[in-house]
């Protein structure tokens, strides 16, 4: 017998894997058996700047990225 997570012992809806929350798209979840990518049902939540989607950039924008400090180049 494996061990099970909280929810999966008191049967609770709930998702393992990692919802990554887009600016212009639908959210999408890590986990390939995830039914409802919706936030209430997983634990693990992050924007999609930190996997290096760049759909939050500025329309026009050559920047790569922007931090919390500001726009950072694109190298090369």
């Given at each position: 017998?494996?061990?099970?997570?909280?929810?999966?012992?008191?049967?609770?809806?709930?998702?393992?894997?990692?919802?990554?929350?887009?600016?212009?798209?639908?959210?999408?979840?890590?986990?390939?058996?995830?039914?409802?990518?919706?936030?209430?049902?997983?634990?693990?939540?992050?924007?999609?700047?930190?996997?290096?989607?760049?759909?939050?950039?500025?329309?026009?924008?050559?920047a790569a990225f922007t931090s919390s400090t500001g726009s950072a180049a694109r190298?090369?």
């Amino acid at each position: 017998m494996g061990v099970r997570c909280r929810e999966c012992e008191a049967g609770l809806q709930h998702c393992h894997g990692t919802l990554i929350r887009h600016a212009l798209w639908r959210s999408e979840c890590t986990d390939e058996d995830c039914t409802t990518p919706e936030v209430i049902v997983h634990t693990l939540v992050i924007d999609c700047d930190v996997v290096g989607c760049e759909c939050t950039q500025p329309i026009g924008s050559d920047a790569a990225f922007t931090s919390s400090t500001g726009s950072a180049a694109r190298s090369g």
